[in-house]
């Protein structure tokens, strides 16, 4: 069986501003160790998969990053959206230009942005969720939680898991949206619930077949698309077709859908740096549980997350802030309102300030 790869890379990473900024979005950062996230992922991803079967999709601003960082990456490999719409559109344009090169293929789809620190435990679950997609279609990751995290959406499971590999392959009863802090008490509590990695891997024909029957105007592009690339130039037919498919999810088009749904748990060191507050998880702290980043002189200060480009900060007597100086912009907040930086971007865009974007 043959395997390939896809990457999402298209993301802006709003709430990692403002160091994750439109020219130069989080996947692009060493936001953990001496290679950026997209550096990470891929490095990651051919220890099981040639780079000639991992394609990467991404936007018109991110290709001559992805060939600066990734010069080993067939050029043919990268996918470029004219316009966002999100991840099932992406999949989908996907899974067309994949059934072209490697019909009958397995496809692993990965965001580009997650940290992931057991990567041996990492590809032996892909491995195991390649076996598993040949005879029972679609395989998830599920991330064992150990909080109650409000950001995440989760995956319920029903209960008698099968085992492959010495991995649990539980069977999906559904997709849940991101819960309030009492939900996600209960999710933990019940021992069934899982947090939605993102990652997914099927057999080509089964998610062309998922998209027939649940996405059927997204089908029809995509057969449109299919049939112009063999008499004109690729780039420029989905320039042409691919704004015409619907803004929706995966999980919304698809997922929340389909019953025969596989999902194994991982414990591997995952995070998804959703935001500054990840920081805390993937860092060290200081013996006053800060994260310090840089040109720093803190003094009675507690459970801060500080970084510095190069000048000095020096704080006193803050508790629970957050406060990121680049070369043009720096930011203070509250931890708790980590989940809604999206707001300072919207206020940006209001106000005219794009060149702080």
């Given at each position: ?38 550096q ?25 990053l ?37 019909p ?21 679950i ?20 150990n ?20 991995f ?85 088009g698809i ?52 970084e ?50």
């Open positions: 069986m043959v395997a390939t790869a896809v990457i999402m890379a298209g993301g802006k990473g709003e709430r990692f501003w403002p160091k994750s900024r439109i020219n130069l979005p989080k996947q692009f950062l060493n936001i953990s160790g001496n290679k950026s996230m997209i990470q992922c891929i490095t990651r991803l051919e220890k099981m998969i040639p780079a000639d079967q991992i394609f990467i999709v991404t936007n018109e601003l991110y290709a001559e992805i060939q600066a960082q990734i010069p080993h990456l067939p050029s043919d490999n990268i996918i470029i959206e004219p316009v966002g719409r999100n991840t099932a559109p992406c999949i989908g344009l996907a899974s067309i230009i994949i059934e072209e090169k490697f009958n293929s397995s496809m692993v789809v990965i965001p580009s942005d997650h940290i992931i620190h057991n990567e041996e435990e990492f590809l032996s892909i491995q195991t969720g390649i076996q598993v997609s040949e005879k029972n279609g679609v395989v998830t990751l599920g991330i064992s939680p909080y109650p995290e409000t950001g995440y959406g989760y995956i319920e499971t029903s209960g008698n898991p099968q085992r492959l590999n010495n649990e392959i539980h069977k999906v009863n559904q997709f849940v949206e991101k819960p309030d802090l009492e939900k996600a008490l209960q999710y933990i509590e019940q021992g069934n619930y899982y947090w939605n990695s993102g990652i997914f891997i099927w057999k080509i024909d089964v998610i062309r077949e998922y998209i027939k029957q649940h996405m059927l105007d997204m089908h029809e592009i995509l057969e449109i698309m299919k049939t112009s690339f063999l008499s004109e130039e690729r780039n420029q037919v989905i320039r042409r077709e691919f704004p015409k498919m619907p803004d929706q999810s995966i999980d919304y997922m929340e859908k389909i019953n025969d749904i596989y999902m194994i748990p991982c414990v591997f060191g995952w995070d998804d740096v959703g935001s500054w507050t990840a920081l805390e998880r993937i860092d060290d702290l200081d013996d006053n549980g800060n994260v310090i980043r840089g040109n720093i002189l803190s003094l009675d200060t507690k459970k801060c997350i500080i510095s480009n190069g000048k000095l900060i020096a704080t006193l007597g803050v508790e629970d802030l957050i406060i990121v100086d680049t070369e043009d912009v720096t930011l203070i907040c509250r931890k708790d309102k980590a989940q809604e930086i999206k707001t300072i971007i919207k206020e940006l865009k209001i106000q005219k300030l794009e060149k702080y974007l």
